[in-house]
DNA sequence: ATAAATTATACCCAATTAGGTATAATACTC
DNA sequence: GAGTATTATACCTAATTGGGTATAATTTAT
């Protein structure tokens, strides 16, 4: 199996706004929906997910899942 | 099934570059290592896909998928 | 308009996901 | 440090994906 990446763009985004909104994962997966486990992997950085299921989680914070220029990524990384 | 939307960003988005590049979408599947149908239906638009294969189709263009507030999103839509 | 190339749709299958739940580990609070 | 809340890991199953290929439809070029 492919290894999971706890801090890639995703993961850290649900992550952080998950806790900056008080919200426990069994909190949020019940708000948008998904399963617990689903919300979990995600948080986990589990490679493969299906992107409608992450977009219900992102659409909660008014984002989506859109293609990024790979510079920006990376200097969005410079600041963590 | 749910309906499919042939003008989301991403399908927009790797439709248009391939264009561009003037591939087949045999040649970019080939070149990016996916199956000939993974990228027909994302150019299709279906709703859920793995979000690996997509970032083996987005990385060729130097690209990744990432979280963006939906505002800008939108904005985007508007000029096309 | 005809021929060739590209793209779209349909069929099958093996492999993997998301789901729930139970249990272990970790992080907080007092 | 004890007790509680939250998060992480493991097991099992149904449903869906991605893959290839064949065929139909559409687009492009001559």
Redesign the interface.
Same mark, same amino acid.
């Given at each position: 199996m492919?290894k999971w990446n706890r801090n890639n763009?995703?993961a850290d985004?649900?992550r952080s706004r998950r806790k900056n909104s008080k919200l426990t994962q069994i909190e949020l997966a019940d708000i948008t929906g998904v399963g617990i486990r689903f919300l979990r992997e995600l948080e986990q950085g589990k490679?493969?997910?299906? *992107?409608?299921?992450?977009n219900q989680i992102?659409?909660f914070?008014?984002?989506?899942? *859109?293609?990024?220029?790979?510079?920006d990524?990376a200097r969005?990384n410079l600041g963590k």
């Open positions: 492919k763009a995703i985004f649900v490679p493969n997910l299906m *992107t409608d299921k992450i992102l659409l914070f008014g984002h989506t899942l *859109t293609p990024t220029p790979i510079s990524e969005r």
